[in-house]
């Protein structure tokens, strides 16, 4: 099954500033896809990227909060900007697993704003 | 819109068997998922069943589907203390979009 490196795995921002999640995967896929977990919570689909065109965000989501780079087919990144305390989530990107059937998340990145 | 929900809390012996139940609205759905999710790690796909099948058994695990009711469950047999853990069903709405339940957190106890 795909395999997804996700980095950073944690990190602690100050409010005001931005933060660059990075997944890479270890096979060429055509989708990504951005989640967020917020504390407690279920996940919520952020947004999905396809290389070569802008990212399409799901209600609520926003580029400008939210933007995305989806430069080759396995590799993308999520910024999230201008933190707020309310950012503090669990992020994680996934891809389709055509291999293993079902969807593989990447291990999240905890960021917690203060 | 769709919405998924489950039970928050299951508790269970060592040994014992888990039922963990999800609820859907959207009967477009293609595939039904569970994962699993252990503390500060990532999500963990167990099992998935295509809307078409309303049984499947994998090793300890049987999902069941009741498709006219929107019902889904998972069995977990001969449940052991690493299988604490928040469980989560998922529904795939055809648009290769997970529409994610609220999770059960199940806790084995020896």
């Known amino acids: 099954s795909a395999v997804i490196s996700q980095k950073p795995s944690r990190d602690i921002c100050q409010r005001g500033t931005s933060l660059t999640i990075q997944c890479q995967v270890d096979?060429?896929?055509?989708?990504m896809f951005w989640y967020r977990q917020q504390p407690g919570q279920s996940l919520t689909l952020i947004a999905t990227?396809?290389?070569?065109?802008?990212?399409?965000?799901e209600s609520g989501f926003v580029i400008d909060k939210f933007p995305i780079s989806r430069p080759n087919l396995t590799f993308s990144t999520l910024t999230v900007s201008n933190m707020s305390p309310e950012d503090s989530s669990i992020y994680l990107c996934?891809?389709?697993?055509?291999?293993?059937?079902?969807?593989?998340f990447g291990s999240g990145t905890r960021l917690t704003v203060v | 819109g769709e919405d998924v929900e489950q039970s928050l809390f299951l508790s269970v012996r060592e040994g014992d068997s888990s039922v963990i139940n999800c609820t859907y609205t959207?009967?477009?759905?293609?595939?039904l998922y569970w994962y699993k999710q252990e503390p500060g790690a990532g999500l963990q796909l167990l099992t998935y069943?295509?809307?078409?099948?309303d049984m499947k058994q994998d090793q300890r695990l049987t999902v069941l589907l009741n498709k006219k009711d929107k019902h889904l469950s998972l069995r977990i047999a001969d449940t052991q203390t690493g299988d604490s853990a928040i469980y989560f069903c998922?529904?795939?709405?055809?648009?290769?979009?997970?529409?994610f339940g609220t999770g059960t957190r199940l806790l084995v106890s020896p």
């Open positions: 096979s060429q896929v055509t989708m």
């Open positions: 069943i295509f809307s078409n099948m």
């Open positions: 959207d009967s477009s759905s293609t595939y």
């Open positions: 996934s891809v389709e697993d055509g291999t293993a059937g079902g969807y593989t």
């Open positions: 990227a396809n290389q070569g065109s802008e990212a399409t965000y």
């Open positions: 998922a529904e795939d709405t055809g648009f290769q979009k997970l529409v």
